[in-house]
């Protein structure tokens, strides 16, 4: 007998690759994807309600249209997952909603309505270093108008965005948006005589830390610089100091929620000369409280904040910012600041880097899975208790097209259910339900067939009747949350359980 290996054979066992994912991408069961497949459903219907549309655009765009992060290098792979088409042109991954429907409005503008009202949601790309809570895939939702340059437009955005994140799951008084234009810092500056772009942006990065570091650390951060706790120093703008106190009184308002929109809007007005396009934006921040009032928008779910100054280099207008008010808490149950859940504005630029012209547009964005995780860090799982199918207890190979025949009516009912398939014992089947969330577990022994009858545990009951049993005989007597009862009652009885659990929906 020849023992030896065909010649073929390897001769040494081949690396078996490590079972890893990616780095900044995460692998996500059904709680998660529960939860933000209810937020979507949610916030779609209320952007379907005010009269937006679905669109959905590809994952990839060519690099050029998308533009953002972009640099002037061989290959535009910063910021961006990049490929070279066999035509030598770069496609990459979208980085976001908004750069996809600039290029879809340019591209199929003449047979747009305009306004065109769209709403999108799903995935998006971002090659930056992940880290914690930062991924490089997540997804978003958005809601712009394209092609109208009225206030009221983004008034109607601001009032969507609060009724959307009402639907996701916060109460009117657990998610403020914040509002300013752009046109308030251009006035300011020009006035000022400011006219350097980069000593403006030097400023509005300033401003941007007013929460954090105060009007002493701004101030330092405007003139020429200041000296952190850890020892480095920041280079300031170097404003002079007329224009400081400009500033300094511009953000008095900032933080007071006690001033009503228009009392914010007056504060802003007597903080000194904000030059011709401040007066503008003045205009139309008046003009969106007006249409806001009209809307039943409260005062304390938008509120006017000029030290809301992220995005000025994006948006051509009005920025506003959605932030969580709502007490949220890390794994160890420690009070955290969660902040910002979303964003928008108004922004005259994206088409026209297609078109040449420019045709306004006004949105609002927001991270889906970070809604969902500050929803949760709150203690408000957006999932609810969501529940695993009803799950049929396999007995014996003999009897299984009875337990085929159960699973069929229950779906047939429009009740979720399941047959076990594996080839465990009694015991492991009851755990793998409670591992499913299963309602209830139906059980048809030998005894049940022949007798005509059928054996509902209700594990939720079960679970709840167990807290007060605690001698093992007790339990097995008062056999808790279980029935014995007519097979053909079956799919009423686990409607009746079902319907009386108080499961979300």
């Known amino acids: 007998m020849n023992t030896e290996a065909p010649s073929d054979a390897p001769t040494a066992e081949a690396p078996r690759p490590e079972a890893r994912g990616p780095r900044g991408f995460q692998d996500r069961r ?146 403020q948006i914040k509002v300013s234009n752009r046109k308030l810092f251009d006035g300011l500056f020009g006035a000022g005589g400011i006219d350097d772009p980069a000593q403006r942006l030097t400023a509005l990065r300033a401003i941007d830390k007013f929460d954090r570091l105060g009007w002493e ?61 401040g007066e503008e934006a003045l205009k139309e921040l008046q003009a969106i409280d007006a249409a806001l009032g009209i809307m039943g928008v409260d005062q304390t779910a938008v509120r006017f904040d000029p030290t809301v100054v992220r995005g000025l280099e994006y948006y051509t207008g009005v920025v506003f910012e959605a932030e969580l008010l709502l007490p949220t ?50 203690g408000r799982d957006p999932a609810g208790e969501a529940r695993g199918p009803v799950v049929v207890i396999a007995f014996s190979d003999a009897d299984m097209a009875h337990y085929l025949g159960a699973v069929a009516e229950l779906r047939a009912a429009g009740i979720a259910a399941e047959l076990y398939l594996g080839r465990a014992g009694m015991k492991a089947q009851m755990k793998y339900a409670d591992r499913r969330g299963a309602p209830v577990a139906v059980m048809l022994g030998g005894d049940e067939i022949a007798a005509g009858t059928v054996t509902l545990k209700d594990l939720d009951a079960g679970r709840r009747l167990s807290q007060a049993v605690s001698d093992n005989a007790e339990w097995k007597q008062a056999r808790p949350g279980q029935q014995t009862l007519p097979r053909d009652q079956m799919v009423a009885a686990i409607r009746a359980i079902l319907e009386g659990s108080s499961i979300s929906d």
């Open 217 to 277: 650390g701004v101030s330092a951060l405007l003139g020429e610089g200041r000296l952190d706790e850890s020892g480095d120093y920041t280079k300031g703008a170097q404003l002079p100091t007329a224009v400081i106190s400009t500033v300094e009184r511009f953000l008095a308002s900032a933080g007071r929620a006690n001033l009503s929109r228009a009392d914010t809007l007056s504060a802003v007005a007597g903080a000194g000369d904000l030059g011709a396009a």
């Open 329 to 378: 808490t890390d794994e160890k149950g420690r009070p955290v600041r969660f902040g910002s859940i979303g964003g928008g504005g108004h922004y005259d630029d994206l088409v026209a880097r297609f078109t040449g012209q420019s045709v306004p547009a006004t949105g609002f964005s927001f991270g889906v899975s970070r809604l969902a995780a500050a929803l949760r860090a709150s």
């Open 30 to 175: 059904g709680p998660d994807l529960i939860a933000e497949r209810r937020i979507v459903e949610r916030v779609s219907a209320v952007y379907e309600r005010w009269g937006f549309e679905p669109l959905e655009t590809s994952a990839f765009e060519y690099a050029d249209a998308l533009g953002k992060f972009l640099p002037d290098a061989d290959r535009p792979n910063e910021g961006v997952f990049a490929l070279q088409d066999d035509d030598d042109q770069w496609m990459a991954l979208r980085y976001d909603l908004t750069a996809p429907l600039a290029r879809y409005a340019a591209q199929n503008w003449e047979t747009l309505p305009k306004p065109f009202r769209r709403y999108a949601f799903g995935p998006v790309w971002r090659n930056e270093k992940p880290g914690p809570g930062r991924f490089r895939e997540f997804i978003q939702c958005d809601a712009d108008t394209v092609g109208s340059d009225r206030p009221e437009a983004d008034a109607e955005i601001l009032a969507l965005a609060v009724e959307g994140l009402t639907a996701a799951g916060l109460d009117r008084d657990q998610a």
